[in-house]
């Protein structure tokens, strides 16, 4: 069987050798478990692996990422992958997987076309009276919200989705209030953020002390159980182009949260990133 860390050998060989064919050959005698031989011909001939599309692909993604994401992606058989990423793509019926970030825009003109304003109900709270979700994510809130609340946690709702200006207004007051540099770290550009996708939810006081609070503590336990998954965690600012935000959360869905604790060391970003490559490259 294929593993995963030998595909992407394969595909760093054919990034960076004369001869991908050649170097794709070596490669697939080594994941068999044949040395290199040094014998003639004549003793060992060389059989040429055929290799499916689907690896081939691969192949061609693992060498379209970075290192940083390539070394964020577990080890394992390369067929339960393929099987657990084809899980995923036929769950994401209301398309909530679109990479945005500071190398992936929306448009100006973007607006989810099922947005819904959140209205007062019996789940959650909400902190202003102008938020609003796509109607699938909607749902997850109030789903994971009502889970909350039988163990007596009121999760606060205090932003949501956010027009292109909006963001583009915030994102400026930002760099006048905190100058540029440390605006890039708390502040998406316009048409950078996932809040434009209404698919992610700030939530509490935004706040690092949100963290500690009984809301904060009992997302990170609970959230992945329904969908959610923190955008930005501890320590990956390099891969996220944010500082840690213990407050915001986006939904995935369930089966992208699995995949993403299975196969990509529980960071989104790295999820997001594979599956863009994959829906993009031929």
């Known amino acids: ?50 290799v499916s599309p689907e690896i081939e692909k691969l192949q061609r993604v693992f060498a379209s990422l970075s290192q940083r994401t390539r070394d964020g992606i577990a080890n394992g058989d390369t067929q339960d992958f393929l099987t657990d990423l084809q899980v995923v793509l036929d769950n994401d019926t209301d398309n909530l997987l679109t990479l945005v970030d500071k190398q992936h825009f929306l448009s100006a003109d973007f607006v989810p076309a099922d947005i819904v304003p959140l209205k007062p109900n019996d789940f959650y709270l909400l902190n202003r009276n102008d938020l609003s979700l796509r109607k699938p994510v909607e749902a997850g809130l109030r789903k994971m919200a009502a889970a909350a609340k039988q163990e007596g946690i009121n999760l606060v709702v205090s932003s949501t989705y956010r027009s292109y200006d909006y963001q583009k207004n915030l994102y400026e007051r930002n760099v006048r209030q905190l100058g540029k540099e440390v605006a890039d770290r ?9 809040h434009q996708l209404g698919v992610a939810v700030d939530f509490g006081s935004i706040t690092d002390e949100f963290a500690q609070t009984r809301q904060g503590m009992w997302l990170a336990e609970n959230a992945a159980d329904y969908g959610w998954s923190l955008s930005f965690p501890d320590g990956y600012e390099d891969v996220t182009g944010y500082r840690w935000e213990c407050w ?24 997001l990133e594979f599956i863009h490559a994959w829906k993009t490259i031929n």
């Open 248 to 271: 915001h959360y986006r939904y995935i869905g369930e089966k992208a949260v699995e995949f993403q604790r299975k196969w990509f060391s529980d960071v989104q970003q790295f999820m």
């Open 1 to 50: 069987m294929y593993k995963l860390m030998s595909i992407l050998l394969m595909a760093l060989i054919c990034v960076n050798s004369v001869s991908c064919q050649k170097g794709r050959q070596i490669a697939e005698k080594n994941i068999a478990g044949n040395e290199v031989s040094t014998a003639s011909k004549e003793e060992k001939p060389v059989v040429e692996t055929v």
């Open 186 to 194: 708390e502040s998406a550009p316009p048409g950078a953020s996932q």
